[in-house]
């Protein structure tokens, strides 16, 4: 067995993963994944060479927005599993050198949650003040025009007490009041259980959202088009509703209780802002979060200009020693091999070529490393209540939320013979795991490859970064001892001068006599010889 390595920043140079628990595996056959299957599955994460986990929402929840509508922040959904069962995979993750983070909800709580039930009892009740509540604007109607996800008014309106309540999500999910101390003391509490139980970290939803303006001034106009999903909510610009400094604050506090741990807990912002400025701004001196994800990057158009720009402005916008996070999928988007990559998937290893070399922290999505595509699902099969109309944009976000896709047998490994999947699969008789495992040619292979490169070349570390002149679709760079060198284009790329013996590439014979295939990604080692 592994043991962690000892490293208090293991997640420099380190493999993240996201399991959307649900989507896992199920091991009762209830059609819905569950922690028992994320067990099962440690030994296939431990041989891709994962070093942390990230669980998406494991508290219970009336899974109006699948557990992202917490009503308790102290347990696990009985529809997943047990908190014995969480401490095994704690425990079990451990003895193969893995960590755990669970996804935890700041910005809002359900509305079935004890605090707003108790709040919405009264004006005078205990945790009124943990919710954003606000009189109607003077001539009648909602006290402000900000706008929750779905596009219409963020504030439901209280028959009993004449006030409305704040809701940035569904109206099901309260935002809460950070302006209260009452909720700071109890997220500190919260945090504080989770990391004694050996939780490695979280990843923090909403990040950016969790204080609102004090006087709820009106969100602006963006000058952005309403599609720009990071400058504009339906036509606004979000700087008021959310987005407002004193979310620093609490940053710092977090980061203090997690640097209280051996090794310290881990802090993963959802900075879903427009600015690398901006995003940058959560690592506050290096004493906020540890981790951000980059909405830039993730949103990029898949071309090496746009691409190796958003790498340079991150690096630049990072204060000194912070670690960047490239990611390309989540369970809020399209997957990138069909975002990026059209289905194309010399596309998609490509990308995967670029995301695993990149210096920083590396997060998968379930089913990237099989290069799993988005899935058309029906409307009459649809889970997903907030992406009618907004979030997810075109098509919700069911069609990044399918099933593992295990095996090509009929249940495609997720689940018992005959059960109904909570969301139907995708191609998982032409695209599972079991094949891939065997091919040594497949997706899975690949990463599987790169990650372990990724690990032996600059494992616990922050790999220095040196883009290379070259031609606008060629992608060149350095990092630490390699060479990476990335064709963007539909024609074949020449490199230019020795590269050195290629140490992997995105496929087989791409690199021939110094020509690079179309959409193809090879790393070299150069050694000291010229590399441009
Ligand atoms: C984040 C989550 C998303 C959720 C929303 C509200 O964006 O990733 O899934 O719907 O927050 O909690």
């Known amino acids: 067995?592994?043991?962690?390595?000892?490293?208090?920043?293991?997640?420099?140079?380190?493999?993240?993963?996201?399991?959307?628990?649900?989507?896992?595996?199920?091991?009762?056959?209830?059609?819905?994944?569950?922690?028992?299957?994320?067990?099962?599955?440690?030994?296939?994460?431990?041989?891709?060479?994962?070093?942390?986990?990230?669980?998406?929402?494991?508290?219970?929840?009336?899974?109006?927005?699948?557990?992202?509508?917490?009503?308790?922040?102290?347990?696990?959904?009985?529809?997943?599993?047990?908190?014995?069962?969480?401490?095994?995979?704690?425990?079990?993750?451990?003895?193969?050198?893995?960590?755990?983070?669970?996804?935890?909800?700041?910005?809002?709580?359900?509305?079935?949650?004890?605090?707003?039930?108790?709040?919405?009892?009264?004006?005078?009740?205990?945790?009124?003040?943990?919710?954003?509540?606000?009189?109607?604007?003077?001539?009648?109607?909602?006290?402000?025009?900000?706008?929750?996800?779905?596009?219409?008014?963020?504030?439901?309106?209280?028959?009993?007490?004449?006030?409305?309540?704040?809701?940035?999500?569904?109206?099901?999910?309260?935002?809460?009041?950070?302006?209260?101390?009452?909720?700071?003391?109890?997220?500190?509490?919260?945090?504080?259980?989770?990391?004694?139980?050996g939780v490695a970290g979280f990843r923090i939803d909403v990040a950016h959202g969790l204080y609102k303006d004090a006087e709820l001034r009106d969100d602006p106009p963006s000058a952005a088009g309403a599609t720009?999903?990071?400058?504009?909510?339906?036509?606004?610009?979000?700087?008021?509703?959310?987005?407002?400094?004193?979310?620093?604050?609490?940053?710092?506090?977090?980061?203090?209780?997690?640097?209280?741990?051996?090794?310290?807990?881990?802090?993963?912002?959802?900075?879903?802002?427009?600015?690398?400025?901006?995003?940058?701004?959560?690592?506050?001196?290096?004493d906020e979060l540890q981790l951000t994800f980059n909405f830039p990057f993730i949103f990029a158009d898949f071309t090496a200009p746009a691409l190796r720009g958003i790498v340079a402005d991150t690096l630049a916008a990072l204060p000194a020693g912070e670690c960047p996070v490239w990611a390309a999928s989540n369970h809020d988007i399209s997957r990138f091999p069909s975002r990026w990559g059209g289905g194309d998937e010399r596309k998609a290893r490509l990308a995967l070529l670029v995301l695993a070399t990149l210096p920083g922290t590396f997060v998968l999505y379930y089913g990237d490393e099989i290069a799993m595509t988005d899935v058309d699902v029906p409307p009459a099969l649809r889970r997903d209540r907030m992406t009618s109309g907004g979030l997810g944009a075109a098509g919700g976000r069911d069609r990044a939320r399918s099933p593992m896709q295990w095996d090509a047998g009929p249940s495609a490994g997720f689940?018992?013979?005959?059960?109904?999947?909570?969301?139907?699969?995708?191609?998982?008789?032409?695209?599972?795991?079991?094949?891939?495992?065997?091919?040594?040619?497949?997706?899975?292979?690949?990463?599987?490859?790169?990650?372990?490169?990724?690990?032996?070349?600059?494992?616990?570390?922050?790999?220095?970064?040196?883009?290379?002149?070259?031609?606008?679709?060629?992608w060149t760079y350095r990092v630490d001892g390699l060479l990476v060198a990335a064709n963007f284009t539909g024609g074949p790329a020449a490199l230019d001068g020795p590269v050195g013996p290629v140490v992997a590439s995105s496929g087989h014979g791409v690199l021939d006599r110094g020509i690079l295939a179309p959409w193809a990604g090879v790393i070299t080692r150069p050694g000291s010889g010229r590399v441009s």
């Open 1 to 197: 067995m592994e043991a962690h390595r000892s490293d208090a920043r293991w997640w420099h140079g380190a493999t993240l993963y996201q399991v959307y628990v649900r989507s896992w595996l199920d091991t009762d056959g209830d059609g819905y994944g569950d922690l028992a299957g994320v067990i099962a599955k440690l030994d296939y994460l431990a041989w891709l060479g994962v070093d942390g986990i990230w669980l998406s929402p494991t508290m219970p929840s009336p899974d109006d927005d699948w557990g992202y509508d917490v009503c308790d922040y102290l347990g696990v959904h009985p529809e997943l599993g047990t908190l014995d069962d969480l401490d095994r995979l704690i425990a079990e993750a451990a003895q193969r050198g893995m960590r755990i983070l669970l996804d935890l909800v700041p910005n809002h709580t359900s509305t079935a949650h004890p605090w707003f039930a108790d709040a919405i009892s009264g004006p005078d009740s205990a945790h009124r003040g943990f919710y954003v509540w606000a009189d109607p604007a003077p001539g009648g109607g909602p006290p402000n025009n900000w706008l929750d996800a779905t596009g219409h008014s963020a504030w439901a309106f209280d028959e009993a007490s004449g006030q409305y309540y704040l809701h940035n999500f569904l109206a099901s999910q309260a935002d809460l009041n950070w302006w209260e101390p009452g909720v700071h003391e109890a997220f500190r509490e919260i945090l504080r259980f989770w990391f004694d139980r």
């Open 228 to 286: 720009d999903r990071l400058h504009s909510r339906f036509g606004l610009e979000p700087v008021y509703s959310a987005n407002r400094p004193q979310a620093h604050s609490v940053f710092r506090d977090w980061r203090t209780i997690a640097e209280g741990y051996s090794p310290p807990r881990l802090l993963l912002g959802e900075t879903w802002v427009a600015g690398l400025d901006r995003m940058a701004a959560f690592h506050g001196q290096g």
């Open 415 to 474: 689940t018992a013979a005959g059960a109904v999947p909570w969301l139907p699969y995708g191609d998982h008789a032409a695209r599972n795991v079991a094949a891939q495992r065997e091919d040594p040619a497949s997706v899975l292979r690949l990463c599987h490859d790169l990650i372990a490169l990724r690990r032996a070349e600059f494992g616990g570390r922050i790999a220095g970064y040196r883009e290379l002149p070259g031609p606008p679709g060629l």
